[in-house]
């Protein structure tokens, strides 16, 4: 052979019997097959084996395995972040003339999908008040095909009753899927208070360090899985198998930062709870938080993420200023990784309330809690 077409020859001149304690980054698209006869085509490789690297190399479906086992799920696809696996979980339980039900406090880019994408196919989704429990049974429709929770929900925290809204689902054979992203798939049990679809951002806590985008789909059972698979291959929903490997390490370290988190977190909430011109901390483990005592009968604990809401004579100028003036907590979008953040919601309204620009979502990290007053401290005493 040519040298340079040796150059091309994929048989490996290494010994591949290498064992080691990290999964092997897996990157690939092709996938060869011995003989014809054994050319096969399907989205479910963990079944069928290996067939296309769009549905994932080793490395995904070894982060799938493993979130399906911590969450108790029969099967978990891993998708390209929190938002693709909304969308996956919309798209096989939606079709034209379906009624979604989707809480107020759900993650603002879940009611964007459905105001624009699904609005523009004919899916019909309502917002619901997330605190309504049972009575959700008044608002399922012969059409309705699916219920979101989201628990505690995005930025104003209420916790849900899921049990309470999964019976009075599933007495109408309604599915229901939950964003169990705040929980980390773990602090809350999905599957065990009876819901279909547990779905988490694992650029949150599994990621855990800020540097990757992806998402899970975990299903209840075989029916939900077949459901969700064909959907999965048409959207095709791939994901990096770098991303995956470092999801992987980070459920590694999930429960020492859990743990940390928690602790810290309650720490720098209780100290806010105090302040006068912090009128709520809406936080699940502080009282004044909604649905307070669903989450002490339905959690096993807390995670790093809450919001303030200043009280009526600070301005939404003011706020901002304080937001500013912090040096340790940084400015921006998502969390669950190791730094602190914090970001004022000028817009959020839910009905019956309106925040008036004074609401700050933090997200406590793995500074030290000590420093982490001292900046509020210093923070809140430059401005009041
Ligand atoms: C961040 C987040 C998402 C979206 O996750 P991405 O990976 O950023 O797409 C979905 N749900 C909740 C509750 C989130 O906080």
Redesign the pocket.
């Known amino acids: 052979m040519d040298w340079r077409t040796k150059l091309l020859d994929p048989n490996p001149r290494a010994r591949r019997d290498y064992k080691s304690l990290a999964t092997p980054v897996y990157r690939g698209s092709t996938v060869l097959f011995d003989d014809q006869s054994s050319v096969k085509d399907s989205w479910d490789q963990a079944e069928n084996g290996y067939s296309y690297g769009l549905y994932g190399t080793p490395t995904a479906l070894e982060l799938a395995a493993r979130i399906a086992e911590i969450e108790g799920a029969h099967r978990t696809l891993i998708v390209p ?4 696996a ?1 969308a996956l979980v919309y798209f096989a339980y939606c079709t034209t003339g379906s009624h979604a039900l989707v809480p107020y406090s759900a ?1 603002g ?2 009611k964007e999908m459905a105001e624009g994408i699904l609005r523009g196919l004919g899916i019909e989704v309502e917002a619901y008040d997330p605190m309504i429990g049972a009575g959700i049974s008044d608002l399922i429709r012969s059409n309705t095909a699916l219920i979101w929770c ?1 628990s505690p929900g ?1 930025v104003t925290m209420e916790v849900q009753d899921v049990p309470a809204i999964v019976k009075a689902a599933h007495n109408k054979d309604v599915a229901v899927a939950l ?1 169990n ?2 929980a980390a798939g773990v602090m809350f049990d999905a599957f065990g208070h009876g819901v279909d679809v547990s779905i988490q ?1 694992l ?2 806590y599994v990621g855990g360090h800020s540097d990757l ?3 899970s789909v975990s299903v209840r059972d075989a029916p939900a899985f077949e459901q969700m698979g064909p959907i999965y291959r048409q959207l095709g929903l791939a994901v990096s198998p770098d991303d995956c490997s470092l999801a992987l390490r980070g459920l590694q370290t999930l429960a020492l930062r859990l743990e940390q988190l928690e602790k810290s977190t309650l720490q720098v909430a209780h100290w806010l709870a105090d302040h006068p011109k912090i009128q709520a901390v809406f936080h699940p483990a502080l009282a004044s938080c909604p649905g307070h005592d669903v989450w002490k009968r339905d959690f096993t604990g807390s995670t790093s993420v809450f919001s303030i809401w200043f009280t009526d004579d600070v301005s939404p100028m003011q706020v901002e200023a304080v937001i500013d003036s912090l040096e340790l907590f940084q400015i921006g979008l ?2 669950g990784g190791v730094n602190s953040l914090a970001i004022v919601y000028p817009d959020v309204e839910r009905p019956g309330q309106d925040y008036a620009g004074r609401l700050v979502r933090l997200n406590v990290g793995l500074e030290h809690t000590d420093d982490l007053i001292r900046d509020l401290k210093s923070a809140l005493q430059t401005h009041f």
């Open positions: 972040g929190g938002q693709a909304i993650y880019p879940n989201e995005s964003d992203t705040y951002a650029t949150k985008l992806l998402g998502s969390w």
